[in-house]
Nanobody, 123 residues
Framework: QVQLVESGGGLVQAGGSLRLSCAAS????????MGWFRQAPGKERQFVAA????????YYLDSVKGRFTISRDNAKNSVYLRMNSLKPEDTAVYYC????????????????WGQGTQVTVSS
């Protein structure tokens, strides 16, 4: 069992930056791939970024490549999402998730989810 708690969301102007954090419980955190998803009002939950348990492989949604960076610190049971050059279309609730796969961008392969943190980007 893994429990996930996101933090770091907020209101930022377009072009600004935020760093989301996700703290995980459990001693097996380092064996999980981790991902970030987002969901805007009235839309499906969308993959944003993923990182392998080892940290050596990452995947990104095309529209965030070059702006967002996912990273993890297994010693701290944490995963992060650094978001730069934010755009109004990045506004959504951002969710952290854990997967038993090596690394994946598919929502159905994630086993545990956090409650989400709101990110709002004003124009």
């Amino acid at each position: 069992q893994v429990q996930l708690v996101e933090s770091g969301g907020g209101l930022v102007q377009a072009g600004g930056s935020l760093r989301l954090s996700c703290a995980a419980s459990g001693r097996t955190f380092s064996s999980y791939a981790m991902g970030w998803f987002r969901q805007a009002p009235g839309k499906e939950r969308q993959f944003v970024a993923a990182i392998a348990w080892s940290g050596d492989t990452t995947y990104y949604l095309d529209s965030v490549k070059g702006r967002f960076t996912i990273s993890r610190d297994n010693a701290k049971n944490s995963v992060y999402l650094r978001m730069n050059s934010l755009k109004p279309e990045d506004t959504a609730v951002y969710y952290c998730a854990a997967s038993r796969t090596i690394v994946t961008m598919y929502r159905y392969e994630y086993d545990y989810w956090g409650q989400g943190t709101q990110v709002t980007v004003s124009s």
